[in-house]
């Protein structure tokens, strides 16, 4: 990937409160493998900072779910979440262009909104679109034909190209980076974190290069009916994407012996073996795991679960809290872990700067971790499920993609 970085350069003229950003395509001449499902290019969208913010980044993996077989991704390649050939050029609001309205649509840690996003607000900032239904780890070199028809499981290529552009727009000179992103976009902060790190410091030592996973941390637990529904999904996307090149290696060292390796895609699993500094934001109720993994039958928050649903439920919670053990009992890691039902938990301005967890907000405990700051904790663990009254600070739930 040397040579000169060429561009296709599409102006987005965003709202006020989320930055004026522009969406970047690769360019296949360049980066050929870097495609989207469709064989498309992928892409970014990038807000340039300013002030006492240019010298820092944030890099945000999109979320969107993954395709678990290869028709799934095919039917996935004929939307935006598959192609970039639909990606909006308009200003915001704007249903085409997925920075408008995916993973929050750029609110809360995102924001540029200096009374939301305080610490954070005149950063630079990159919005990598999720095309690859693999959270960004996919690196077959061969395409797969569906049905006549042609898919690319190539992720990796995209996450590299994408780091190779971010370089020339300026993050080799950056002080810090934050990588982060939203459910399958989180994951993929878990999963890739290490390995941006390094090459974050292959071309710039100096930056100090941390990771804050949000809606990422997926459990590998029994639903409530007892078999484990999704696991099976997650190892499917490993082994036919071919990502065992793609996530932590040291992950891979340990459980590929034993055949295993596939429990690297999943973050409870990946989380010891990761050595970048984290922050980890995550509902203990994740709304998406409700359906997906616990499988509960009811909703809480409709007042519709019995008895043994809840105490599974908040048994849940307790699981989850234990398994973040490695995040919760390190002086380097913060975490935000609130008790609303709700999935979408970093990037909502009311779950950023409104939601309380041990009196303080997300983007307080943030600033204190980020900062090194003693003002707030820089960890803040929420209670059982209906103990928080300023979860009704959330508002409505956004489109997740």
């Not at 398994?323 to 979408?344: D, I, K, M, R, T």
């Not at 943030?366 to 904790?377: I, P, Q, R, V, Y």
Request: net charge negative; glycine share 12%.
């Amino acid at each position: 990937m040397n040579g000169p970085i060429q561009f296709v350069v599409l102006l987005v003229v965003i709202s006020a409160t989320t930055g004026q950003f522009t969406l970047q395509l690769l360019d296949l001449e360049q980066y050929p493998m870097a495609t989207c499902l469709d064989g498309s290019p992928g892409g970014f969208y990038f807000a340039p900072g300013s002030g006492s913010g240019s010298s820092s980044w944030m890099v945000h993996f999109q979320g969107g779910g993954w395709c678990i077989n290869d028709n799934d991704c095919l039917g996935r390649s004929k939307t935006a979440l598959g192609s970039s050939r639909g990606w909006g050029t308009g200003g915001c609001p704007n249903a085409s262009s997925p920075v408008c309205y995916a993973d929050g649509g750029a609110g809360g840690m995102l924001s540029s909104n200096p009374a939301v996003n305080p610490d954070l607000y005149n950063w630079n900032k990159v919005f990598i679109n999720y095309c690859d239904g693999g959270s960004y780890s996919g690196s077959l070199s061969t395409p797969v034909s569906v049905n006549g028809q042609t898919i690319y499981y190539r992720g990796r290529y995209i996450l590299d190209a994408v780091y190779d552009q971010l370089y020339a727009l300026g993050l080799k000179r950056a002080k810090t980076v934050v990588v982060k992103g939203c459910s399958a976009g989180g994951l993929a902060a878990y999963l890739h974190a290490d390995y941006i790190r390094a090459r974050v410091a292959a071309v710039n030592p100096a930056a100090r290069v941390l990771a804050a996973p949000g809606a990422g941390f997926f459990l590998d637990v029994a639903s409530y009916a007892g078999p484990h529904i999704y696991t099976p999904n997650y190892q499917w996307v490993f082994e036919a994407m071919n990502a065992s090149g793609s996530v932590n290696d040291a992950c891979v060292a340990s459980y590929g012996p034993a055949g295993q390796a596939w429990k690297c895609f999943i973050a409870p699993y990946v989380l010891p073996f990761i050595k970048t500094p984290l922050f980890v934001s995550n509902s203990l109720g994740d709304q998406w795991q409700l359906y997906n993994i616990m499988n509960l039958g009811c909703n809480p928050p409709d007042n519709n679960c019995n008895a043994s649903q809840l105490a599974y439920f908040n048994n849940f919670r307790v699981q989850m809290i234990g398994l973040l053990a490695p995040v919760l009992e390190s002086p380097a890691n913060g975490a935000f872990l609130q008790e609303c039902c709700v999935h979408v938990v970093e990037d909502v301005d009311g779950s950023w700067n409104g939601v309380l967890v041990q009196n303080q907000t997300q983007a307080q405990t943030f600033g204190a971790w980020l900062n090194d700051s003693t003002s707030f904790s820089s960890k803040a663990v929420d209670g059982p499920w209906n103990t928080n009254p300023t979860c009704a600070r959330y508002g409505p739930e956004p489109k997740y993609y």
